[in-house]
């Protein structure tokens, strides 16, 4: 594999020059640049990125720590951060937590000992790891520490909006199907609901699920509801489990939305697939794939950035599971 040295040796110039044209770190003539980049071309030289990171102190990296690439919001929103960082010249090392805060304590050291730039994380549950470290982070649907910028949807007015429709659609018996408390996103969402259905003198019915997406996990908490074939509308604290949810009823005879509305929290690409379609709270996800990255990279660059929590704005996207 050919090296540096190789590729000054063939072009007739110093180390220290093939080192300016790599790393654009000083001038080279016109006619020397051509020169080395024809040897490049032609020895098929790859520069090596950890060398390049130590040299320069940005790898062109981002580390990116999803909970669970399964489910098919992270899914997505890994796909738009990806499109977004490549667009401004960064690769992205993908790593799925699976919501572990010993595999993400891990991950997190792999992702430092690679010199990364910068790291996006998803529902952190380590968070006092980041106490310490030295690179630029985002987080994503959890408030990590003051130091930490936190993106998110607006999760508490999008819990106040699934009420307000199911509400406005007829439903006066409803349950409210929560994720685990530990979710910071989906207590919001909850929260929310109930504060509206407070507002309403309104009597909500919760169920709790155990995690956010294993299809055989969630099957097993819906086996256990008992009411649910009782209440006339249901709001699921995403997407995934609102189709498990329909799939369930559906096996049971109860007709959608007729009997029972449904609504999901997310607004992923499994909503259009379900039929019939789930109405659902949309979260933006090209806007917050695309602002996460670029508050990130103004980190790397040294901008100065307000440290805060960013909302994005939820709304109503209805479909087929809830009534006119």
Sequence with gaps: MANIRDIAKEAGVGIATVSRYLNDTGYVSDEVKVKIQKVIE??????????????????????????????????QMASV?????????????LCNTDDNPEKESKYLDVLQSHRVAGIIVARSKCKEAYS?????VIS????????????????YNGGKIAFDHLYQCGCRKMIHIKGPTCFEA??????????????KNLKIDLIEFETDFQVKM????????NKIGECDGI??????????????LRKKGVRIPEEVQIMGFDNSFICELLHPSLTTINQPIQALGKYTIELLIKLINDEDIEIEDYLMETKLIKRETTLS
């Design 42 to 75: 032609e020895l098929n030289y790859k520069p090596n990125a950890l060398a390049r990171a130590i040299f320069t102190k940005n790898s062109k990296t981002i580390g990116l720590m999803v909970p669970n690439i399964s489910n098919p919001f992270f899914n």
């Design 81 to 93: 951060i990806e499109e977004y960082a490549n667009e401004m010249g960064y690769n992205i090392f």
């Design 132 to 136: 310490n470290i030295d690179i630029p």
């Design 140 to 155: 994503f649907e959890s408030h990590i520490s003051d130091k930490i910028i936190t993106v998110s949807s607006d999760n």
């Design 186 to 199: 989906t207590e919001d969402r909850s929260r929310g609901f109930l504060d509206a259905a407070k507002d």
């Design 218 to 225: 969630l099957e097993e908490n819906i086996e256990s509801l």
């Design 235 to 248: 709001f699921v604290f995403n997407d995934i489990a609102a189709a498990t949810v329909i799939k369930f």
